[in-house]
């Protein structure tokens, strides 16, 4: 029996808890599938205030307000680049929890620090079986090891999941079946901006002067076409900052990157000495960009019950703590996908109005934690 906590997964999640047990003299491995930086590493990552109150918690809250660029305003904008409405993240947030857009690479490398000794890259856990006072880990290799604990950080496709708590719980957004994402030269936007229509909607943010994030998707669920020309056919027709893209995006398209919005509905997330963390818990639609708080939170909670004792009910008390929170972040993100399908000429007039509403209903509640 190895007396150690085993986190599958190597990305934001698992780097977090890593990270928290470590701070509590907690001994930890980690198993990563992927070669560090491939896969989505190459783009960026919106962290809103609560993000940002978490991964102080954490202890990163210095090196974080050096990467990126503060997010001090957001702007709701139609299709012919009317503003419908704006919301004020200084004024929302605070000083001590400003929202930030980061390059993902750099976050990853942030919550890495220090964690070399502890991980295993690339080491894919093909099964979990839980064991007596523990569980144990199938390795691609062959290998086979019994740890103390084991944490499923392995994101919207688990295999801790499908091993313990069995498939079946992921489904499609309401929002969008799909979405790409990519880097860019920042064509002149200088807040967090999306402009919506009956085609989409078309997110940019700004990383640093010169570049942003961006994101599109549909808004009506269904199918999102896997090749770029959708995206031409989609915006084209939208404002000049989304053409600016466009054509940057057509003359170089390496960032591009198309995947599935896929939401996690797990009925359960501890069995035994096994739970679940972040995307393999809970994931949700991106709409209010909660994939890394809630999985940082949900890490420093654990990591507090573990270093609490009776690892035998560690995992009942984990979920029990962080329940509520996750399904107010659901519940949120699926009133926001059906307002957002209706048609624009019933959306728009409304936004001015039930769009701050919508915004604090969301936020509020998430601007205090309990992280214990």
Same mark, same amino acid.
């Given at each position: 029996?190895?007396?150690?906590?085993?986190?599958?997964?190597?990305?934001?999640?698992?780097?977090?808890?890593?990270?928290?047990?470590?701070? =509590?003299?907690?001994?930890?491995?980690?198993?990563? =599938?992927?070669?560090?930086?491939?896969?989505?590493?190459?783009?960026?990552?919106?962290?809103?205030?609560?993000?940002?109150?978490?991964?102080?918690?954490?202890?990163?809250?210095?090196?974080?307000?050096?990467?990126?660029?503060?997010?001090?305003?957001?702007? /709701?904008?139609?299709?012919?680049?009317?503003?419908?409405?704006?919301?004020?993240?200084?004024?929302?947030?605070?000083?001590?929890?400003?929202?930030?857009?980061?390059?993902?690479?750099?976050?990853?490398?942030?919550?890495?620090?220090?964690?070399?000794?502890?991980?295993?890259?690339?080491?894919?856990?093909?099964?979990?079986?839980? !064991?007596?006072?523990?569980?144990?880990?199938?390795?691609?290799?062959?290998?086979?090891?019994?740890?103390?604990?084991?944490?499923?950080?392995?994101?919207?496709?688990?295999?801790?999941?499908?091993?313990?708590?069995?498939?079946?719980?992921?489904?499609?957004?309401?929002?969008?079946?799909?979405?790409?994402?990519?880097?860019?030269?920042?064509?002149?936007?200088?807040? @967090?901006?999306?402009?919506?229509?009956?085609?989409?909607?078309?997110?940019?943010?700004?990383?640093?002067?010169?570049?942003?994030?961006? /994101?599109?998707?549909?808004?009506?669920?269904?199918?999102?076409?896997?090749?770029?020309? @959708?995206?031409?056919?989609?915006?084209?027709?939208?404002?000049?900052?989304?053409?600016?893209?466009?054509?940057?995006?057509?003359?170089?398209?390496?960032?591009? /990157?198309?995947?599935?919005?896929?939401?996690?509905?797990?009925?359960?997330?501890?069995?035994?000495?096994?739970?679940?963390?972040?995307?393999?818990?809970?994931?949700?639609?991106?709409?209010?960009?909660?994939?890394?708080?809630?999985?940082?939170?949900?890490?420093?909670?654990?990591?507090?019950?573990?270093?609490?004792?009776?690892?035998?009910?560690?995992? !009942?008390?984990?979920?029990?703590?962080?329940?509520?929170?996750?399904?107010?972040?659901?519940?949120?993100?699926?009133?926001?996908?059906?307002?957002?399908?209706?048609? !624009?000429?019933?959306?728009?007039?409304?936004?001015?109005?039930?769009?701050?509403?919508?915004?604090?209903?969301?936020?509020?509640?998430?601007?205090?934690?309990?992280?214990?």
């Amino acid at each position: 029996m190895d007396n150690s906590v085993l986190v599958v997964g190597g990305g934001i999640a698992g780097l977090a808890l890593a990270r928290a047990l470590r701070e =509590r003299d907690i001994p930890v491995e980690i198993a990563e =599938r992927s070669v560090p930086g491939a896969g989505t590493a190459g783009l960026a990552i919106n962290l809103p205030g609560n993000a940002i109150t978490a991964l102080t918690a954490l202890g990163v809250g210095d090196g974080l307000r050096k990467l990126g660029r503060p997010t001090r305003r957001r702007e /709701y904008r139609s299709t012919r680049d009317r503003l419908l409405f704006a919301v004020d993240e200084d004024e929302f947030w605070g000083d001590d929890a400003q929202p930030r857009c980061v390059p993902r690479k750099d976050l990853l490398a942030l919550l890495g620090d220090g964690l070399d000794d502890a991980m295993r890259s690339p080491a894919a856990v093909r099964e979990v079986r839980p !064991a007596r006072a523990g569980a144990e880990a199938a390795f691609d290799t062959d290998e086979m090891q019994t740890y103390a604990f084991m944490a499923g950080a392995d994101g919207v496709h688990s295999v801790v999941r499908a091993s313990v708590f069995g498939g079946g719980s992921t489904r499609e957004s309401l929002l969008s079946a799909a979405s790409w994402r990519f880097m860019a030269p920042n064509p002149g936007v200088d807040c @967090w901006t999306v402009w919506s229509g009956a085609g989409g909607a078309f997110l940019l943010i700004p990383v640093d002067d010169h570049e942003v994030y961006g /994101y599109a998707s549909g808004i009506r669920g269904g199918p999102i076409g896997a090749e770029p020309s @959708w995206l031409h056919e989609t915006f084209r027709d939208y404002p000049d900052p989304v053409r600016a893209v466009l054509a940057h995006i057509e003359k170089d398209p390496g960032t591009l /990157y198309h995947s599935p919005i896929e939401e996690v509905r797990a009925t359960s997330w501890a069995s035994g000495r096994c739970v679940l963390v972040g995307d393999a818990a809970h994931a949700t639609a991106p709409v209010w960009a909660q994939g890394a708080a809630l999985a940082v939170e949900d890490a420093l909670v654990l990591a507090n019950v573990l270093a609490a004792g009776d690892w035998d009910t560690a995992g !009942a008390r984990y979920e029990a703590k962080r329940r509520a929170r996750v399904a107010h972040v659901r519940t949120a993100t699926d009133r926001f996908a059906k307002a957002a399908g209706l048609p !624009a000429w019933l959306r728009n007039p409304l936004m001015p109005v039930i769009g701050p509403r919508v915004y604090r209903g969301a936020y509020e509640s998430l601007r205090t934690v309990d992280l214990k």
